[in-house]
């Protein structure tokens, strides 16, 4: 989801040796750029909206699975849903912003029946309820950095309405300007059901 190897505190030493699948969720440069190589590396399925999957192919990514939102196709042996985000998505291509398609976020169904959400760069907006209604995500991955996309603020209403078991916060402390902690976060979920898992990069977890 959104690879971006090039991330601050991505781990040194941490070595990527496997990718099945990519999903993109926008085209800013954080979220976007560094699928390129992956992609070129270890030839997986990469998923996009159209627009952002037709820029992918003029950099040389191939096994592209371009879609919209409201669409679902099977990736890697994952039922991949794409939903609608509120955020920008321009792509920054040789010093100019280019068209990228409409941000998005992911349902991802598994065959044991388990339904994971990732939110992608995204302010909270009541149709997540829907998402809570259509897909029932027992795993949701939400933005808390505020600034570029919501705050902990934010980020707790957004798990009221989803309802998962568990929350990964994400796109937090990586620039001074990003502010959202996984602790702010849990504070605002104090009376919640939905535990705050935050995650320690290049570190294995299991759900």
């Known amino acids: 989801m959104d690879p971006w190897t090039e991330n601050p505190k991505f781990p040194k030493g941490f070595e990527i040796d496997r990718v099945d699948a990519i999903c993109v969720s926008h085209g800013h440069f954080d979220h976007i750029h560094d699928a390129v ?13 159209f627009e ?3 820029w992918l192919e003029s950099k040389g990514v191939q096994n592209t699975r371009p879609m919209n939102k409201g669409g679902s196709q099977q990736v890697a042996g994952v039922t991949v849903t794409m939903t609608h985000a509120v955020h920008s998505c321009g792509i920054l291509d040789e010093g100019k912003i280019i068209y990228g398609g409409e941000a ?3 349902v991802l169904r598994f065959a044991d029946g388990r339904a994971l959400y990732f939110a992608g760069d995204t302010n909270v907006f009541s149709d997540m ?3 809570e209604q259509l897909y029932h995500p027992e795993l949701a991955i939400v933005p808390i950095g505020d600034l570029y996309t919501m705050s902990p603020h934010e980020a707790a209403a957004a798990c009221k309405l989803l309802r998962p078991a568990k929350v990964i916060p994400m796109h937090f402390g990586t620039f001074p300007a990003l502010t959202g902690t996984p602790e702010q976060l ?7 059901q939905t535990e705050v898992w935050a995650l320690e990069p290049g570190k294995t977890v299991k759900w």
Do not use: D, N
């Open 37 to 49: 190589p992956l992609a070129k590396k270890f030839s997986p399925e990469v998923v996009a909206i």
């Open 129 to 131: 309820q829907l998402i």
């Open 52 to 54: 952002a999957c037709v």
């Open 104 to 106: 998005a976020g992911y």
């Open 186 to 192: 849990r504070e605002k979920l104090a009376h919640s």
